[in-house]
T-cell receptor, first 107, second 113 residues
Framework: KQEVTQIPAALSVPEGENLVLNCSFT??????LQWFRQDPGKGLTSLLL?????REQTSGRLNASLDKSSGRSTLYIAASQPGDSATYLC??????FGAGTRLTVKP | SAVISQKPSRDICQRGTSLTIQCQVD?????MFWYRQQPGQSLTLIAT?????????ESGFVIDKFPISRPNLTFSTLTVSNMSPEDSSIYLC??????????FGEGSRLTVL
């Protein structure tokens, strides 16, 4: 069964820093991968979807890449802002979520 | 994108009772997914509900505890049976788009006393 691992579990950075969140899989047969954010007490907000034929997707200050050979996806956040503080979750095609990375951006 | 409505949005229930959560989608979809999010945790897949067939449950989840109905291509229900405080969670339904993107309802927050 697919295992999804997210590293780090928590991250605290000062405002303005660039940062990378990681999501890895045990199954190398990777299909779609999707990143979400979840604010405390709120629902899920879809950030980026990388389809199996793609290597990366970009939206504003966010860039997500997919390396099928290593079974890993990274979410890059440029010039972080306090409003980026949330839990970031990745999900693989078999619908299993990682445990998430809780990000805090300090003003 | 799909618009997903869940009812109830929240409820407080007594131990030993059952609650049925409804999920309505604004378009026809073959697959629907039910998730549980326990306090402070990530999402855990409960089951996949396909129209016209029995739901497929993940390890640790059984039909007697979480019966699912899927009467048509736009609607599904999840029942949480014989509830205990450990069932206090957010329950979410989700559907995939043709491109594989997952869409979620706002969730149903359940508190069991």
């Amino acid at each position: 069964k697919q295992e999804v691992t997210q590293i780090p579990a928590a991250l605290s950075v000062p405002e303005g820093e660039n940062l990378v969140l990681n999501c890895s899989f045990t199954d190398s047969a990777i299909y779609n991968l999707q990143w979400f954010r979840q604010d405390p007490g709120k629902g899920l907000t879809s950030l980026l979807l990388i389809q199996s034929s793609q290597r990366e997707q970009t939206s504003g200050r966010l860039n997500a890449s997919l390396d099928k050979s290593s079974g890993r996806s990274t979410l890059y956040i440029a010039a972080s802002q306090p409003g980026d503080s949330a839990t970031y979750l990745c999900v693989h095609r078999d619908m299993r979520f990682g445990a998430g990375t809780r990000l805090t951006v300090k003003p | 994108s799909a618009v997903i409505s869940q009812k109830p949005s929240r409820d407080i229930c007594q131990r030993g009772t059952s609650l049925t959560i409804q999920c309505q989608v604004d378009s026809q979809v073959t697959m629907m997914f039910w998730y549980r999010q326990q306090p402070g945790q990530s999402l855990t897949l409960i089951a996949t509900a396909n129209q016209g067939s029995e739901a497929t449950y993940e390890s640790g989840f059984v039909i007697d505890k979480f019966p699912i109905s899927r009467p048509n291509l736009t609607f599904s229900t999840l029942t949480v049976s014989n509830m205990s405080p450990e069932d206090s969670s957010i329950y979410l339904c989700s559907v995939p788009s043709p491109t594989g993107e997952l869409f979620f309802g706002e969730g149903s927050r359940l508190t069991v006393l």
